[in-house]
């Protein structure tokens, strides 16, 4: 498979980027409040556990930790072992295993327990971070939260405006624009949790799924015109 065309990863960027806003807000408003993607808040949670002596809660932010740490040693893994580094078929994988796991977690929602949803919401998270970074022609992004594409942003803006570059001003749009699919993911989410998954008898990790399945054709190059030339 040949690599994508810049426009292409900025597409693809996209989907990953709405699909991993559909994950955080997944995890906190159906699985027990606990962030899924950027584990800060997790950490500072359990900090704020340890401090009042709360077992139980520190449980319950310390296993997404060290499930999103399992996800990036595991993402390496599969990509050194398995795909020699090729980035195009480890995002490939990527997408097919995180497709299938929600697919799973939606349809058997009522059989596994929040934590174990949580574990493979961090993993899923983990791998999405660790795969998704190019944005095409140097640039770079964060996949699962929006810390970093905010300051990206930031620094596009800047350059753009009082370096009077319009190539700058440019990526910045792009970040934005991220930073704008992040949020529809959530507001996607919540609005098909109220309207129709809750009408149905299958949980809304379906709807992850369904939008990692669509990330799949990106990949593939059937969206966009999106394969390069070698």
């Known amino acids: ?24 807000g997944y995890a906190f408003t159906a699985h027990d409040q606990v962030f899924a993607t ?3 808040g ?7 556990a340890t401090s009042l002596l709360d077992s139980y809660s520190f449980l319950r932010y310390f296993i997404p930790i060290v499930s999103f740490v399992m996800g990036i040693i ?10 020699h580094g090729r980035q195009d078929q480890m995002q490939s994988w990527v997408i097919d295993f995180e497709a299938i796991t929600f ?5 058997f929602s009522d059989y596994i327990p929040d934590f174990l949803s949580d574990c493979l919401i961090a993993s899923c998270a983990a791998m999405s971070f ?18 970093g594409n905010l300051r990206s942003f930031s620094e596009a803006l ?24 992040f949020f529809i993911g959530v507001v996607i989410f919540v609005g098909t949790n109220d309207v129709v998954i809750e009408r149905s008898a299958f949980d809304d990790g379906l709807l992850i799924s369904v939008t990692f399945l669509l990330a799949r054709l990106f990949v593939d190059g059937w969206l966009s015109g999106g394969l390069a030339s070698e």
Request: aromatic share 8%.
């Open 74 to 83: 595991l993402s390496r893994l599969v990509s050194s072992r398995c795909f």
């Open 103 to 107: 697919a799973v977690i939606g349809i």
């Open 158 to 181: 800047y350059e753009g405006t009082f370096g009077h570059d319009p190539s700058e001003l440019r990526r910045a749009l792009h970040y934005l624009a991220l930073i704008g699919s």
């Open 38 to 40: 950027g584990q800060t």
């Open 130 to 147: 660790e795969n998704f970074r190019e944005l095409g022609q140097g640039s770079r992004y964060s996949s699962t939260y929006c810390t």
């Open 42 to 48: 997790n950490v500072v949670r359990l900090a704020l």
């Open 1 to 24: 498979m040949n690599p994508l065309r810049p426009h292409a990863q900025f597409e693809l960027g996209l989907v990953v980027v709405c699909a991993g806003g559909m994950m955080d």
